[in-house]
């Protein structure tokens, strides 16, 4: 059984950075892609970042240049880099990983963007 347990959430300041790190237990062998999703009040989930098993990477285009995904796999964790951040960067973010037959979502961490 895969389980994914995001942290580093928090509220910051405009142009502050956060990473968020995503704990990932259990065999995946085999994913995909992994990727970091999230929810705003009233809107749906979105993409923020993606990182396939090949390494190739992209990004929503509101966060390219801001944002960078990772993994490591020494410690079985996939991180989020995430500068000079924004208003609208204010949701909740999930990591996700993408198997042949299944997706698995952690519970999500709250990151707030306020002055």
């Known amino acids: 059984q895969v389980q994914l347990v995001e942290s580093g959430g928090g509220l910051v300041q405009p142009g502050g950075s956060l990473r968020l790190s995503c704990a990932v237990s259990?065999?995946?062998?085999?994913?995909?892609?992994m990727g970091w999703y999230r929810q705003a009040p009233g809107k749906q989930r979105e993409l923020v970042a993606l990182?396939?098993?090949?390494?190739?990477?992209k990004y929503r285009d509101s966060v390219k240049g801001r944002f960078t995904i990772s993994r490591d796999n020494a410690e079985n964790t996939m991180s989020l880099q995430m500068n000079s951040l924004k208003l609208d960067d204010t949701a909740v973010y999930y990591c996700?990983?993408?198997?042949?037959?299944?997706?698995?979502w952690g519970q999500g961490t709250q990151v707030t963007v306020s002055s």
């Open positions: 996700s990983v993408q198997r042949p037959l299944s997706v698995d």
């Open positions: 259990g065999n995946i062998s085999g994913y995909l892609v």
């Open positions: 990182l396939t098993r090949d390494g190739i990477t």
